[in-house]
């Protein structure tokens, strides 16, 4: 199990920061993601994998509006 | 996360210059002209982005005066919507109402307006009483006419009094003319009207760019929900398109004074028309913007590609998309409104601006729509957009997902004069008033107001274009129709309030806030009503959990209303700040407020102006503005606690289909947020839970925001504060709010 913005989410081996992203349909093009405190650059998002227990923050900036 | 590609082989095959052409009449319309006053004047350039002049139009006397912009003004109001309040204040007295001769509407561009050199600054803010709301409202609007008027020697155009004939006013900056024509035949709906006028006063066709034209149409003669248009000339399509100050009926009080349209006849635009302070820092800071523009819009917003409709599908998959009345925030037919779809529909053989120099530039145009019904049946017309607004409002709100149907609605919307933000939300309401057996066809004239009857939602705006039928009971607004239903007797009146959209009497703009309290504040919370413009917190708040507590929801409701403020205190369209973000903004301090882009605006005020600011003076100036306007509100009767008060459609679900709709999230809310079991409770148990809840957490965030915002706990600016902002000297000001404090 990992927290993805305080909400936890099945967690499976070899999970990467684009599976976590198509689990919670987070579509939106302008992201930051920190895993455990850790920036993770766009271009690594199909590769960088996330341990069990891992917290993630998926911060969508504003846009909209 | 997907991102949309491009793919120019799906383009339909549309030729943009085929369009129907309205210049047959153009002499003959010309020769009814009668001038009934005409002076002469020195046109001036703007110094360090002020002319130092505004212009004063009575259009009863017929008086034309200028005015001096004063230290004051520039210090406490800055231009733009502060320039706006100033002069409405001095116009007006607590018993004035919309349609009084001395109510006024205010153009202002700003400072900043009419740079060419960055993205998102040809706009400019209108300010009026509105017939809405009864306070003021300023609406933000792109188009040339700003920086035209400004560039022809003013700050501000002031409009007082009511004519008893239709009139136009001309201002030529290039030959320093100010003309009021009678103007008995002219066409009425925008589309024809900004056609035969920018022909009719430009020179030659060279000069039809330098023209703009602000006018409104059919429907803002018999509704409350008017709107302006503010055309600039497209010299790719070789025609005049717009776009529109929507919000709040300014529209009807402009043809209540029976101003058929302004005229501003502009220089040819160049680079340093503005005058600024500092021309190389403006031009390192365009040239950096552009670079970020180039190398990241493609892969973050694509804006210049799709424009604001790029969000529709985001907005659908968030739960965040109006549909049937913001009952629900998604529907599986978005896909036919999306911005997949637009990007084939949208002619696109370029970017599209709606100024000088924007690389942003994400106003988009549908061409070749063949109209299917009213006065221009047959017609083929470009249509605007439809940007985000229109498509969620028109379109999923109303459960309409038919594109050419929402083309239509939109087309119709701007050339009656109609605000698609407004019209959408009202129509939403009706439809659900036809759905909960409030409306039937009998009350409704024979409409058959069913979800997504596109036929009938069409024939309801043609009937209050012509004021006539259930039509002009729609133009009165959502607030007004609640009044007039419960009157009538025909529903619950719980019902009708909760879940008629509209808070201050303007309607809804295009998102959901149930799942998001600090965007509850967002829209209720506002000086003008629910308009996004002040702040749209709903990541932040629901998607990110950022604001975890009250006082983080304040703290963002006082930072980012204020921010966004700045815009319109200056010329400045809000979608180049944060729409695309530079590369390196992640690794950045607080990187939802684009720290790069605020020193941007830092950095532009200065090198314009010669004023030397910093962020949190930027903040500061907004603040003063701010709490003047929530004092004006005051001194007109409304401004405090209980005219914030939201419908409760927007906190939280009102009906049984909303509740099971999304049972599982309410049901963990009920045992995550109140501590208690749902096993076992009816649907109406477990709403009646919410609903405590819910308002009870609104009430608690109001008193966090008034307090962050240095208000009472009804609302009102405390002495402390309006001194810490130097607006106890301005005259009346103290005197407001001293009788609501005790």
């Known amino acids: 199990m990992i927290q993805v913005n305080e909400e936890p989410l099945d967690w499976h081996e070899g999970m990467t920061v684009r599976d976590v992203l198509r689990a919670r349909n987070y579509r939106f093009p302008m992201l930051i993601i920190h895993v455990g405190g850790a920036l993770i650059p766009k271009q690594d998002y199909d590769t960088a994998t996330i341990p069990d227990g891992a917290v ?9 509006g | 996360m997907s991102q949309l590609v491009f793919d120019p082989a799906k383009v339909m095959n549309i030729d943009y210059t085929q369009r129907t052409e309205y210049l047959e009449g153009l002499e003959a319309i010309q020769a009814a002209h009668k001038v009934l006053k005409e002076i002469t004047y020195t046109p001036s350039l703007p110094d360090k982005g002020y002319t130092n002049r505004t ?18 003004m520039k210090d406490v109001f800055i231009g733009g919507r502060g320039f706006g309040l100033y002069h409405l204040w001095n116009a007006v007295k607590p018993t004035t109402r919309w349609n009084d001769p001395e109510n006024e509407i205010i153009i202002s561009p700003g400072p900043v307006a009419g740079m060419t050199q ?11 009483l509105s017939p809405q709301t009864d306070i003021p409202i300023d609406s933000n609007v792109g188009g040339f006419f700003g920086p035209l008027l400004k560039f022809s020697g003013f700050d501000a155009l002031e409009l007082q009094g009511k004519s008893d004939k239709d009139i136009i006013l001309f201002i030529d900056g290039v030959k320093g003319i100010i003309r009021i024509e009678e103007a008995p035949t002219d066409p009425v709906d925008s589309h024809v009207l900004a056609e035969v006028l920018t022909h009719m006063y430009a020179e030659n066709e060279a000069d039809l760019p330098n023209i703009s034209v602000v006018s409104t149409g059919a429907a803002a003669e018999h509704s409350l929900i008017g709107m302006l248009n503010f055309s600039f000339y497209d010299r790719r399509r070789g025609c005049v398109r717009f776009k529109q100050a929507g919000r709040g009926g300014i529209g009807t009080v402009f043809r209540n004074k029976r101003i058929r349209a302004l005229v501003c006849r502009g220089p040819v635009v160049k680079g340093n028309l503005n005058h600024p302070a500092d021309p190389e820092t403006i031009a390192r800071t365009g040239i950096k913007y552009h670079k970020e523009i180039r190398e990241n819009d493609g892969t973050q917003c694509m804006m210049r590609r799709n424009g604001t409709a790029h969000i529709v599908e985001i907005m659908d998959a968030y739960d965040l998309l109006p549909v049937h009345n913001f009952q629900f925030g998604s529907h599986p037919d978005v896909h036919r409104i999306d911005s997949a779809y637009w990007q084939q529909r949208c002619t696109q053989a370029t970017v599209d601006g709606c100024w000088y120099g924007c690389s942003m530039a994400c106003a988009k145009g549908a061409d070749g729509l063949v109209l299917k019904t009213g006065p221009y049946q047959g017609h083929m017309v470009t249509v605007d957009g439809p940007e985000y607004e229109n498509a969620a409002g028109l379109g999923s709100n109303c459960g309409v997902f038919d594109p050419d149907a929402l083309l239509e609605l939109n087309f119709y919307c701007d050339t009656y004069g109609i605000c698609t ?22 009350r409704t004239g024979g409409l058959e107001m069913t979800w997504g009857n596109f036929e009938a939602d069409l024939e309801m705006m043609h009937q209050m274009a012509r004021g006539e039928g259930f039509g002009k009971i729609a133009g009165l607004g959502v607030k007004k129709m609640k009044e007039h239903f419960i009157q009538q007797g025909w529903g619950d009146p719980q019902l009708i309030n909760d879940i008629g959209m509209e808070n201050k009497g303007l309607e809804y703009s295009q998102y959901m806030s149930k799942e998001s309290l600090a965007q509850q504040g967002g829209y209720a919370l506002t000086n003008k009503g629910p308009q996004h413009d002040e702040a749209w917190l709903i990541f932040m708040d629901m998607v990110n959990k950022q604001l975890p507590t009250f006082e983080d929801k304040a703290e963002a409701l006082y930072y980012f209303p204020l921010f966004r403020t700045w815009f319109g205190l200056n010329g400045f369209c809000k979608l180049p700040w944060n729409d695309v973000v530079p590369a390196d903004n992640a690794s950045q301090p607080e990187p939802q407020k684009v720290p790069e882009h605020v020193q941007n605006y830092v950095d532009l005020f200065t090198a314009t102006t010669g004023i030397r600011i910093t962020k949190e003076d930027l903040i500061m100036q907004s603040a003063r503005v701010y709490n003047f306007q929530r004092v004006f509100n005051i001194r007109m009767g409304k401004g405090l606690r209980l005219h914030d008060a939201a419908p409760y459609r927007s906190l939280g679900p009102v009906t049984r289909e909303e509740y099971e709709s999304r049972a599982e999230r309410y049901d963990k809310q009920i045992v995550d947020e109140m501590g208690l079991d749902p096993v076992g409770k009816t649907t109406e148990e477990k709403m009646a839970l919410h609903r405590e ?6 009430s608690k965030l109001m008193d966090a925001v008034y307090t962050r915002r240095g208000w009472t706990l009804d609302g009102v600016p405390t ?17 407001v709010v001293k009788q609501h404090l005790s």
């Open chain 1, 56 to 64: 993630v923050k998926v911060i969508h900036l504003i846009s909209g």
């Open chain 2, 693 to 698: 809840w819910r308002t009870g957490r609104f």
């Open chain 2, 719 to 735: 002495l402390d504060r309006l001194k810490e902002l130097g607006l106890d000297a301005f005259p009346g000001v103290v005197e």
């Open chain 2, 421 to 442: 933000i407004t019209y959408g939300t009202l129509t939403a309401f009706i439809m659900e008033c036809y759905q909960r057996g409030i409306l039937n066809k009998e």
């Open chain 2, 55 to 72: 212009l004063y139009v009575n259009v009863d006397t017929l008086e034309i005066t200028e005015k001096p912009v004063t230290q004051q």
């Open chain 2, 118 to 128: 960055y993205a998102g600054t040809g706009k400019s803010l209108v300010v009026s």
